[in-house]
């Protein structure tokens, strides 16, 4: 096997995965490009967590199978989806991150200028809209978004992420699967703004993260210097959250505004002061 590097990386990465629980059973997949028509992937209906190399599978940029006796992957449309797409593009994770799905099922989108890793690594998010696993239109769903990102949530599914290596596709799933918990959790502190909950950076600060994440080498395709291009608003993707059916209440703070109750006690004092005023005024 003269792809046996590639093959040890696809099982290293999918006993983390096994092991932070992205995955279940026989959940979740993994490939790696090869070369120009060489896709190497994980083989269907087999745990991640205890794959060997001489397991996995090899099929072309079409999908049809080249090598190995297990039948591949039945989400490889959904990978090949991506490689077609993304010539830069040499691995491709796909897994049911918790946290992250967590978002997918609740179609939150996830909130830039929050927190800074994700901000830095993963630039804005996209939330691709609900289709059967493994079918055709599962791989479309993800087209309108797969050249903007590196990172989209699978409504009421999962999500999937790719990069220039497996390395840098995992951990983008990972970044994004611990800023989704650190989310929920800043969440249950509960409280109005600005006494708790989640709290946003300013527009300024956030653009000043997108900018830095430009000096890493990563590509963004978000016009930062427009005055327009508001990073802390879904300026990507907004447009197409009717059609997925995401709602933006979880970490939208004009949302989240202080709610002002007062108690009958408190009532009855200001209704007294306003009936003295009143009658000075007489
Ligand atoms: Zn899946």
Not at 25 to 43: F, M, Q, Y
């Amino acid at each position: 096997m003269n792809d046996l590097n590639e093959r040890e990386q696809i099982c290293e990465i999918g006993r983390r995965m096994y092991q932070k629980d992205f995955v279940a059973a026989h959940e979740g997949n993994l490939s790696i490009r090869v070369d120009d028509n060489k896709i190497l992937c994980t083989p269907t209906l087999r745990c991640k967590g205890f794959m060997k190399p001489e397991e996995l599978c090899v099929v072309d940029l079409s999908g049809n199978p080249i090598e190995g006796s297990g039948r591949p992957t039945s989400e490889i449309k959904l990978h090949l989806k991506v490689y077609n797409e993304r010539p830069d593009v040499n691995a491709v994770v796909h897994s049911h991150a918790p946290h992250a799905t967590s978002f997918a099922v609740a179609r939150v989108p996830f909130p830039n200028c929050m927190l800074a890793e994700p901000d830095l690594f993963l630039g804005e998010i996209a939330l691709a809209p609900f289709e059967v696993p493994g079918s055709q239109a599962f791989a479309d769903s993800i087209l309108p978004f797969v050249k903007h990102t590196n990172a989209i949530l699978l409504a009421n599914h999962g999500v999937v992420t790719y990069g220039k290596s497996l390395e840098e596709a995992f951990w983008m799933t990972e970044i994004l699967d611990a800023a989704c918990r650190t989310l929920i959790f800043s969440k249950l502190l509960g409280g109005p703004q600005p006494l708790g909950g989640p709290q946003r950076l300013t527009s300024d600060e956030g653009k000043l993260l997108a900018q830095t994440r430009q000096h890493f080498g990563f590509k963004d395709p978000r016009p930062l210097d427009d005055p327009n291009c508001d990073v802390c608003d879904h300026f990507l993707f907004k447009s197409t959250w009717k059609s997925v059916g995401v709602c933006d209440t979880a970490f939208n703070s004009s949302e989240e505004k202080p709610q002002v109750s007062l108690d009958d006690a408190s009532c009855r004092r200001i209704a007294e002061r306003l009936a003295e005023l009143i009658n000075d005024k007489l």
